[in-house]
Structure formats: structure tokens, C-alpha cells
């Protein structure tokens, strides 16, 4: 299973974005699908996943009303829509898989539950 991020840039303070996952190489409706962010110096945190049909979604508190996560299984594309961003956004954002939407929040969200990663993309919010 391959996961292709793309969509990052450079943005003023309360611009926006809009991040693409393509997946390829599985069977996309089958996968949960998560995105996580990584800023210089911090771990790694999750910031949104979606059921595998597109029914739930979940954001951490942080992005929400301001991030919105969405899939279509026709294109095996999950993405992640970007608004209001804030200096504190600025990061590399990746794309991942997980089997259960049990793993989008609770103990159980968090890298260790993600099975397959993409190389990020980079988004960068200036002040």
C-alpha cells in the first residue's frame, strides 16, 4: 500500500490549504484514514480521521471548526481541508492508515495504531 500526500505550501495567517492522500497499491474503502502532523522538534500528533465509508469524523480539539476531513473511495483519495491557518498549523503533514475508526480517539489514537504512512507534506503559516 502506497500513500502519496500533496497540497502543502506556503500561506499567510488565515489562509488556506487543501491536502490530497492518494492511496494506491490496497482496497481504499477498506481503510480508516488519519492525518497526522509533525512540527520541528515535537512529536508526531494526530489531527483528523475518517471512517472507512466517510460517515464519522473526528478532529482534535485544536483543528476543529477550522479542519475538515473528507474521502471519496471512487478516487482512493482522502483529503484534508485546511482553513483558518495559524502559525501554530505550521508543520509536516502526513497521511496514514488504520484498520477501526476505534483507533481515532481515546487511548488508542496515535502513531502506534498506524499501519501504513505516506511521505508528508509540508505547510508552512506565516504571521
Known amino acids: 500500500v502506497q500513500l502519496q500526500a500533496s497540497g502543502g505550501g506556503l500561506v499567510q495567517d488565515g489562509g488556506s490549504l487543501r491536502l490530497s492522500c492518494a492511496v494506491s497499491g490496497g482496497t481504499f474503502s477498506s481503510y480508516v484514514m488519519a492525518w497526522f502532523r509533525q512540527a520541528p522538534g515535537k512529536e508526531r500528533e494526530g489531527v483528523s480521521c475518517i471512517s472507512n465509508s466517510g460517515g464519522r469524523a473526528y478532529h482534535v480539539d485544536p483543528v476543529k471548526g477550522r479542519f475538515i476531513v473528507s474521502r471519496d473511495n471512487a478516487k482512493n483519495t482522502a483529503y484534508l481541508q485546511l482553513n483558518g491557518l495559524k502559525p501554530e498549523d505550521t508543520a509536516v503533514y502526513y497521511c496514514?492508515?488504520?484498520?477501526?475508526?476505534?483507533?481515532?480517539?481515546?487511548?488508542?489514537?496515535?502513531?502506534?495504531?498506524?499501519?501504513?504512512w505516506g511521505k508528508g507534506t509540508q505547510v508552512t503559516v506565516s504571521s
Open positions: 496514514s492508515t488504520t484498520p477501526d475508526f476505534f483507533y481515532c480517539s481515546g487511548d488508542g489514537w496515535g502513531p502506534h495504531n498506524m499501519h501504513h
